[in-house]
């Protein structure tokens, strides 16, 4: 999803690096339908009987605006890979972080994928992990003096993100 904001915002430097992460060429355009299909490939080659497929959360933590779309149109690929195997069993992530006070009221950090927001993103980020080093540090913190809840660089999760994940994939699991 990532690969793809950073595609349609143009932010050229993301998009060379994912490319080159993820050994594509250089032409190569991303897009839901293109993740559904390698998703399904990636399952069938997977010998397991039973497999919990969980949707992704938000990049940012606005429910609107195109990161929000890109998200919700990748989890509908996710969703619909579920419907096409019944070794499959959906963990509905994204939609447990609903009730989070910034995904709600429609805010929250909202990611376009513009070289600045990624260059905002990769600060957040290193800044981020140097401070969890500290004593005090902790995901949740830095997220809230940012006003976020969700992740607290606008991509990675905060440990109560990650806690909701547990209990998601643990429900499924049961």
Known sequence: ALLELAWRAGSTRMLRMYLEQNRLSS????????????????????????????????????????????????????????????????????EALHPWPTLQRGGGALFDGSAKCFSNFVRDMTLNMAARALPFGSFDRLARQRGRSVTHDQVHLTEASAATLVDVLAGRLA
């Open 27 to 94: 032409n190569y355009i991303p897009s839901a339908s293109k993740f559904g299909a390698a998703y399904r490939r990636l399952l069938a080659e997977v010998p397991a009987r039973r497999i919990v497929a969980t949707s992704l959360p938000p990049i940012g933590e606005a429910s609107t605006g195109i990161a929000a779309d890109i998200i919700s149109e990748y989890n509908a690929e996710i969703r619909a890979a579920v419907e096409l195997d019944r070794r499959l069993v959906y963990a509905p992530f994204f």
